[in-house]
């Protein structure tokens, strides 16, 4: 059994002709016309292919191609947010040979004879990215594709989770969401399809996003030197150009078109124990309170399925969870929060006694084969149905089903099993002839595969929006689509406990970050196997500073809780679990960054210096925003590394040492140890270390501020209650600070969120001469460590203190 679906897997992978292959696909014909709409132009070739240039932006323009025969489409997509977009001037220049199209910052060029589009810096005429032949589409298949001239020394990134280096230069892989336990590098596809990715070259950046949800295939140069291939099974050849020249600029772009992550609660910053399955309901009291009394810090605990009753989703197991609302409240007592699995698969009950089943069969929101029989597949509870969530009315029920577990008290939703799987055909080959309504569309099973978790995702996250309009949703997907991270966070599904898929982790959290999804995580240590005390240590050191920081194992594995390892690894998943509650501040300006300019919390070094060749696939380090960078131990029994630290001034975290930029250096890492650095001219805001992010305020607020070389550093800190959504109506504060030439400006903080009284300190990093500090003009006495008084002091040789009680004013303090 199993032999044969590994079979059917390794067939789907292989999938129907290779991007490369080119046969019984018809180029559009030559340009013969041309004619202006409201915000680009149609352009009619010989054979009748039109194709729609449209500037969204001045760095925005949509590519819309419908060929010869092809039948129109309804234009709509589910990953889209953004439809309507100020005008942008453009002009269009009409030539012999070709037409262009010119924007603030793009030219288009589209060639006559044959056709081919060429995107060119306005301001330079440089050539971003070039066709290398014709658009082209197999009449007889559907399939249609792109191929693009590949640059000598162009690299790429993105296409959101992927099991493989940072760097996609001479890889190609497919779209396919794909449920795929035990993935390692090179799998694919995997879970999840982000078309969407970014071409390098030079320090200049351009991104582009393939929005067709069939199968694709992309192929960067692996089947062919010289050519960046882009085939579609079927359905519209639609792409999004972005101009960059900066990274983030084009992730600002493309999480303004499909969406931004909105703001989780703080509580989704803390620490997340799970298993398959912890019950009854006392083994998580007991949970809980062995985390107390270890002395863990834990935010969730969650409920897999074995929680409902025979895995009918939208019901409790009564005598595994006689009270679900009992214990919930008992765990908030103790600021643990429950989060439940929610799949797909709905219970196939014909013979009545289940609710959900019947009313979804009588409304009609079960998808359907095309002769009109139910697609039943099986799933947890043997056969199971599926809910069309592309019927609104579908998505709403769906929604309000959840208060059978908002009722109860539980906080977030787990949605998994979204590909959707389905143990009887987990390629979903036999399922082509599944119809969905997709607006009446009436679209194929190929169109809505990989669209089918962003529309649970939506479903389940607009649910919990309306039943509990003062809280901020929390759902977590394994599967997804462009636009997942306006839904959901995504962890990468059912990794490996070993170190390879802990090395694994850093490209792929990355990639999905400069993908869009800004929230990522996965499985500690591992969800297939166990792993060792050394693996639990590491994969924390790494956790501690990954938006999702999640425990969880499979059925049959030991337990997973971090005092199951023994007293050493333990202490050491204590010290990171420290150290992250401590960064809480930090972490949550970082993910507030995210959510306003969808540049992610994890980023490869490359993202913030995108000009250092040294960093294009540089993916055994990574930095949290622009201040952290870690270079975790990613290997068994290695007790140090080589670090890169880019050009500039860096500080040890841990020591507070000064270190040169612009080197490889080597340093020690004994197993309780993670080398990490502060970026000079950055500014990090930390508290005291907390049980549970909910425990205390956060009081005192340290603000650690790392001159750079030329002794200047600057940054914020972001707060809001962390809960409501209120911070959308501006409810928030945002404390600004500067450092330059031994002065340090506080600004008045901006917004009106009011925090409870506390006190600043600021730790002035490279202060090794200074002998006296006043306070906007007048001396500021000196005072201890230990003494809660206002003033300064010395905290080391190079570091100076300033204790000052938060009076929401704008203050100067000059260092001499
Ligand atoms: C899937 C999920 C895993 C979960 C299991 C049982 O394998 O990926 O996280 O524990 O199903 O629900």
């Known amino acids: 059994m199993r032999l044969c679906a590994s079979l059917l897997c390794g067939l789907a992978l292989l999938g129907p002709a290779s991007a490369l292959d080119w046969t019984g696909l018809r180029p559009a014909g030559d340009l013969a016309s041309l004619a202006r709409r409201d915000q ?28 010869a025969g092809q039948p129109a489409a309804p234009d709509h997509s589910w990953a889209i947010a953004r439809t309507a977009w100020p005008a942008a001037p453009w002009q269009i220049h009409e030539a012999a040979a070709a037409v262009t199209l010119t924007t603030a910052e793009l030219e288009v060029v589209v060639r006559r004879h044959p056709l081919l589009v060429e995107f060119r810096d306005a301001a330079t005429h440089r050539v971003i990215n070039a066709d290398q032949r014709p658009m082209a589409r197999d009449p007889q298949t559907g399939r249609v594709a792109v191929a693009k001239r590949l640059g000598f020394d162009e690299h790429f990134y993105g296409l959101g989770e992927k099991a493989a280096h940072l760097d996609r230069r001479r890889a190609e892989f497919t779209m396919w969401n794909s449920d795929t336990p035990g993935y ?7 879970y999840q399809s982000i078309p969407f990715y970014v071409g390098l070259e030079g320090g200049n950046a351009y991104g582009l996003f393939h929005d ?55 509580w989704a910053l803390g620490h997340q124990q799970s298993r398959y399955s912890y019950y009854p309901d006392t083994m998580l009291d007991e949970v809980a309170r062995q985390y107390r ?149 009436r679209s194929p099973y190929g169109a809505n595969r990989n669209t089918f978790a962003l529309n649970m995702t939506r479903a389940t996250y607009e649910g919990l929006a309306r039943l509990q309009p003062d809280r901020r949703p929390f759902v977590i997907t394994r599967a997804g689509y462009a636009g997942i991270q306006r839904y959901a966070t995504v962890w990468t599904g059912d990794n490996n406990a070993t170190f390879d898929a802990l090395a694994l ?99 490869p070094l490359l993202l913030n210096f995108q000009d250092d060749p040294a960093t294009l696939n540089l993916d055994d380090e990574f930095m949290v925003g622009d201040a952290l960078l ?62 549970h992010t909910g425990e205390k305020p956060w009081n005192p607020l340290r603000f650690a501020i790392y001159p750079d070389t030329a002794g200047h550093a600057a940054g914020s800190l972001y707060e809001d209650d962390g809960q409501s959504p209120d911070y959308q109506k501006g409810v928030s504060r945002r404390t600004a600070l500067s450092f330059a030439t031994g002065k340090l400006s506080l600004a008045a903080p901006a917004g009106n969120f009011a925090p ?61």
């Not at 009619?44 to 419908?66: E, K, S, W, Y």
């Not at 860096?650 to 890492?669: F, K, M």
Request: hydrophobic share 40%; charged share 25%.
């Open 505 to 603: 982790n850093l490209p792929m959290f990355a990639s999905l970050g400069l993908s869009g999804e800004a929230f990522v995580g996965s499985d500690l240590p591992g969800f297939i196997g166990r792993g060792d005390a050394e693996l639990l240590a590491r994969s924390y050191q790494v956790a501690a500073l990954v938006p999702l920081c999640r425990n969880h194992g499979a059925i049959d594995q030991y337990d997973h809780e971090p005092w199951r390892y023994g007293p050493q690894a333990e202490g050491i998943v204590r010290k990171f679990l420290k150290l992250r509650y401590r960064l809480l501040p930090f972490l949550y300006t970082t993910l507030e960054e995210a959510h306003r300019t969808g540049v992610p919390l994890f980023r």
């Open 293 to 441: 009394a270890h002395d863990l810090p834990l935010d969730v605990l969650y409920l897999d399925i074995h929680y409902m009753d025979g895995y009918r989703v939208f019901t409790w197991d009564q005598s595994r969870f006689p009270d679900p609302a009992a214990l919930t409240a008992r765990l908030a007592q103790q600021g643990v929060r429950v989060v439940t699995i929610l799949d797909p698969g709905v219970k196939h009950q014909p013979e009545g006694g289940y609710p959900v089943f019947d009313e979804g069969l009588a409304r009609d929101y079960f998808l359907r084969r095309q002769d009109g029989s139910l697609y039943i597949g099986e799933v947890w509870p043997g056969q199971a149905v599926f809910v069309d969530y592309t019927k609104e009315d579908a998505r709403r029920w769906w929604g309000d089903k959840l208060t059978a577990l908002t009722g109860p008290g539980v906080a977030g939703i787990w949605t998994d099993m979204n590909e959707p799987s389905d143990f009887a055909d987990k390629t979903g080959e036999r399922q082509k002839d599944i119809v969905f309504d997709d607006l009446g569309a």
């Open 40 to 67: 680009g132009v149609d352009l009619t070739c010989a054979d009748g292919t039109v194709v729609q240039l449209t500037v969204l932006a001045p760095d925005l323009v949509r590519v819309r191609a419908r060929f």
């Open 756 to 816: 409870a009284a506390r006190r600043f300190e600021f730790s002035l990093h490279a202060s090794p001469n200074v002998t006296s500090v006043t306070l906007d003009g007048r001396a500021l006495p000196e005072t201890t460590a230990t003494a809660l008084t206002p003033g300064w002091f010395r905290a080391s040789p190079d570091v100076v203190v300033i204790r000052h009680a938060d009076d929401g004013r704008a203050h100067t303090f000059d260092l001499r």
């Open 630 to 691: 870690a270079a975790p131990v990613l290997r068994a029994g290695e007790r140090g590394r080589e670090v890169y630290l880019p050009a500039g001034r860096w500080y040890d975290y841990w020591t507070g040492t000064a270190v040169a930029g612009g080197t490889t250096l080597r340093t020690d890492a004994p197993l309780d140890h993670l080398p990490l650095y502060a970026r000079g001219g950055s500014v990090i805001p930390s508290t005291d270390a907390m049980s």
């Open 184 to 190: 390692t590098e090179g799998t694919d596809p995997i």
């Open 212 to 266: 067709n949800s069939h199968r694709s295939h992309f192929d960067f140069g692996r089947l062919s030197q010289d050519c960046a291939d882009y085939a579609a099974d079927a359905g519209v050849l639609d792409y999004y150009f972005f101009h960059g020249p900066s990274l983030k600029k084009i992730l600002g772009r493309y999480t303004e078109l499909t969406g931004r992550m909105p703001l989780p609660p703080l």
